[in-house]
């Protein structure tokens, strides 16, 4: 494989064991993909990270073809999905870190808690309705939750991440975990005050200036 296709694979798998490492998921459930030529590379099904090489890593068709010696994640679907939606989106994150899939489970959207919530592209992380894992459904209601975002959660499951690099969606999928445990922690003493549209919009605007807004 080329040395752009290789640094790829290996970039995924640093940040599968990442966010292990750092409690933003858990065992296999996370998958992470990142654009490649006319498609993708994604995550195999149900593989420890551990125990994941650069050959691991399959390619994935926009047509749904899969090339490798594994099955792709089990939602690939909504990775391609949000790849042909969103053209200045190179990858994709998905997680079920704790604060984010309490929040999901309760289908509460994240507010405005803090100022970061700009990272996520607007004043709310989005709650895309329930459907089963892997689902068409599941991807349209992720597509539709994402639009205008960065991040959103998924009802009763987890969170999705995207962004131009896999490393900016690193950080964006951190920044939103961190906002959901915030908030957690505001909900526990009684009513939350939260910033404005109009403000969040400025620090979005004022982001654009830091290289933050894609």
């Not at 640094?7 to 998958?31: H, P, Y």
């Not at 992720?142 to 900016?168: D, K, N, Q, S, W």
């Not at 950080?171 to 403000?199: M, N, P």
């Amino acid at each position: 494989m080329q040395a752009d296709e290789l640094a790829k694979r290996k970039a995924i798998i640093d940040a599968c064991l990442e966010m292990n490492r750092s409690g933003l998921n858990q065992g296999t459930s996370g998958n992470i993909s990142v654009r490649h030529g006319e498609g993708l590379l994604i995550t195999p099904t149900a593989m420890a990270y551990g125990s994941l090489e650069p050959e691991d890593i399959v390619y994935l068709a926009m047509d749904g073809t899969a090339t490798g010696r594994h099955k792709p994640s089990s939602e690939w679907r909504f990775h391609r999905d949000i790849l042909a939606a969103r053209p200045e989106t190179n990858a994709v994150v998905h997680a079920h870190p704790l604060a984010c899939t309490t929040l999901a489970i309760l289908n509460r959207p994240i507010p405005a808690v803090h100022y970061m919530i700009a990272a996520a592209g607007g004043p709310t992380v989005r709650v895309a309705p329930y459907a089963i894992y892997g689902s068409e459904e599941l991807s349209q209601h992720a597509v539709a939750a994402l639009e205008g975002r960065f991040a959103c959660l998924l009802e009763h499951h987890g969170m999705i991440a995207i962004g131009p690099t896999l490393a900016r969606t690193m950080w964006i999928a951190e920044e939103v975990e961190t906002l959901a445990k915030q908030y957690l922690g505001c909900l526990q003493l009684g009513e939350v005050r939260l910033l404005s549209d109009e403000q969040i919009a400025a620090v979005v605007e004022k982001f654009a200036g830091y290289g933050l807004r894609a």
